[in-house]
């Protein structure tokens, strides 16, 4: 990198006219406010950027913010991706309504530190700068900036500057930096055009990293964009880096509209989504908030209008914790554990926040279900591997698509793929791309052998079912019976049977000493008529045997692969085995062409049992019809399989 810079951020919070953009100044000699509005009213209106130098000479971030209450909605944008906070307290005003709505706000979004900072200490006496000292302090109490050093100090003389750029520094380098591992996603804070580069967007990422040539996926909308060089701090890097503020420039971001509150993400890894399920904590000062309040939802750099969906309660208190959906009037994009704001419509303030848990699209639903299904996210926690489990749980025996894991998680596929690969309680379908929980795996193996005892009752010496007539149901479906079949097949309980059967191994267990000797009649029977099959008939009174007892047999010596069914005739095994070298050398002596009279007169038959015969050849790929001739097709799997034997 041509700059070297400490990945964590420092943002400023507090009331109009305190001297948040004045203190950035003094700390880094940058003025933040970047508008000609904002210096001809000498008010902050959005978000300002600043850079300061620390000892070992790398540059951490500063973000200046609105204190005006028309310009939370600016203020809340700049607070996402920060990991300290400085509250600024003007010694001559004290706490004011936006001082304790911004300490709301830093609360809600967790910072993960701070230094509360009295300014204007030269515009008053010592008294008084104590009085303000005294009244932060008590306001941040149960809050995340509780026990945060008190700094005073004034931008106009410079005292206590030196001192609070220390333990500035200090503090940062105390915090542990954003990693940079996962996939990249910086939520938009500005868009902007510059001469001779085009369309340039900024923001913090908050994971992963970026490079230029590298696309990455507008979201919501989906349109993707490439990076043509990014810059940070006010110079060239080699790459974005999760954790400090960031300008990527990429010309044509233009074209697809993208601006603030959109997220510039990795291609295919994060959604988007109209409804947001969380986890939230209304403040101690909310007023009580009923069923379907218009609300504004903020996370990353977006708010959104749309109400809250209370599912266990028809009201919510002050102070309370509860999980709720928010349906929102357009898609947004963010992330499960993301932190989230949200405020009122008509008054417009903050009234609580917390956690993202999923993020999905508005549909029908039930609040009681929907609500246990949600306490139950919560339970889970944050790691992967708990969300994973309770997804699996909630999917039940249909399992969950890799895919759908992925969106829910916000990770690759392959990360979840090694994720899962972990967790001794899922068992991954490699084909089917789709993960169970070993007890649902174990419940429909049950369920399906108990399933293929049922429709073989009135045949029990028979093996086998035909695949299409195994019954899904809903604690049987269709994606766990073919991981239950698979991985029996590798445990060598079953394998492929005749014409699409499932031959089920552990059903050929020695028959009873009677059935065994009308077996071996039948078996004989077809072996000794040849090419002149017995009827149904004459097989039953070859074995004494009539209706499912005759048929129960006769499924079994198919599944023992000792006699073969040929149309509606049943042949011995070795009789079509002998007959498919019969075809094949009669092809070969004919040009690969099948002389069908010698092969009738050879094979001793008829053409009402050749007939069947012929097709029976096709089907196994041996043969081809083509024109009304028959052709060998020698290089068959079939075909040089029998060249292998003895004829």
Do not use: W
Not at 362 to 381: F, H, M, N, P, T
Not at 425 to 452: K, P
Not at 465 to 470: D, G, L, N
Not at 495 to 505: E, H, Y
Request: aromatic residues 2%; hydrophobic residues 40%; glycine residues 10%.
């Amino acid at each position: 990198m041509a700059r070297q810079i400490h990945p964590v951020v420092v943002g400023t919070a507090g009331h109009i006219d305190h001297g948040k953009s004045s203190l950035v100044q003094a700390l880094t000699g940058i003025d933040p406010d970047r508008l000609k509005e904002e210096k001809a009213r000498g008010l902050t209106i959005d978000l300002g950027f600043a850079r300061m130098k620390i000892g070992d000479g790398r540059l951490l971030g500063l973000v200046d913010v609105p204190g005006h209450e028309r310009f939370v909605r600016n203020m809340v944008a700049g607070s996402t991706g920060l990991d300290l906070a400085m509250l600024i307290v003007a010694a001559d005003d004290g706490v004011m309504p936006q001082t304790i709505e911004h300490v709301d706000i830093l609360n809600l979004l967790q910072v993960r530190g701070g230094l509360i900072v009295i300014t204007k200490i030269d515009m008053v006496d010592e008294l008084l700068v104590e009085v303000a000292a005294e009244e932060v302090v008590d306001l941040v109490k149960g809050t995340v900036l509780e026990g945060a050093e008190v700094c005073r100090v004034s931008s106009v003389t410079g005292d206590g500057i030196p001192e609070l750029r220390e333990k500035l520094e200090q503090l940062a380098l105390s915090v542990e930096p954003r990693q940079s591992h996962g996939s990249f996603r910086m939520p938009v804070q500005r868009v902007f055009s510059l001469p001779g580069i085009g369309t340039v967007v900024t923001g913090i990422p908050l994971s992963g990293t970026v490079t230029p040539g590298q696309e990455l996926e507008v979201l919501p909308g989906g349109q993707h964009i490439k990076v043509r060089g990014i810059h940070a701090y006010g110079g060239k890097v080699e790459e974005a880096v999760a954790g400090h503020s960031t300008a990527l420039s990429v010309p044509d971001a233009k074209e697809h509209g993208v601006h603030r509150g959109m997220v510039c993400a990795a291609p295919g890894v994060f959604g988007s989504g109209d409804a947001v399920d969380v986890d939230l904590t209304l403040t101690s000062r909310s007023p009580k908030l009923a069923h379907r309040v218009p609300i504004r939802f903020h996370t990353g750099t977006v708010e959104v209008r749309g109400q809250m969906l209370l599912l266990d309660r028809n009201q919510a208190l002050p102070s309370e914790t509860f999980v709720a959906r928010l349906e929102l009037d357009e898609s947004v994009a963010c992330h499960p554990t993301d932190r989230f704001l949200l405020r009122l419509q008509n008054p417009a303030v903050t009234v609580g926040g917390g956690r993202i848990l999923r993020l999905e699209e508005s549909g029908r639903y039930r609040r009681k279900d929907l609500g246990a299904e949600l306490q139950g996210i919560v339970d889970a926690g944050d790691k992967p591997e708990a969300r994973v489990q309770h997804e699996l749980e909630q999917a039940g025996p249909i399992g969950c698509a890799i895919d759908d894991l992925a969106r829910a998680l916000s990770m690759e596929e392959a990360k979840v793929l090694e994720l899962v690969a972990t967790l001794d309680s899922a068992v991954i379908h490699d084909r089917g791309m789709r993960v169970f929980l070993c007890e649902q795996v174990t419940v429909g193996e049950r369920e399906l052998l108990d399933s293929v005892d049922r429709m073989l009752a009135r045949r029990p010496a028979a093996a086998s079912i035909k695949r299409a007539s195994i019954r899904t149901t809903r604690t049987l479906p269709g994606e766990l019976i073919e991981l239950v079949v698979e991985r029996m097949q590798a445990a060598g309980r079953v394998k492929a049977g005749r014409q699409g059967s499932i031959l089920f191994l552990d059903r050929l267990k020695p028959l009873p000493g009677p059935d065994q000797v009308r077996f071996d009649k039948m078996i004989s029977e077809c072996e000794t008529r040849a090419f002149r099959p017995p009827t149904l008939e004459e097989l039953g009174a070859a074995a004494r045997l009539s209706g499912d007892a005759l048929m129960s047999l006769l499924d079994r010596a198919q599944d023992e692969g000792l006699i073969d069914k040929v149309g509606d005739h049943f042949y011995g095994a070795s009789v079509v085995r002998g007959m498919l070298h019969a075809v094949r050398q009669n092809c070969l002596g004919n040009d690969e062409v099948l002389d069908i009279p010698k092969l009738r007169d050879g094979l001793d038959t008829s053409r009402k049992f050749l007939i069947p015969l012929l097709e029976y050849v096709d089907s196994l790929g041996l043969t081809v019809l083509r024109g009304g001739v028959r052709r060998l097709l020698p290089s068959s799997a079939i075909s040089r399989e029998l060249a292998t034997e003895p004829s």
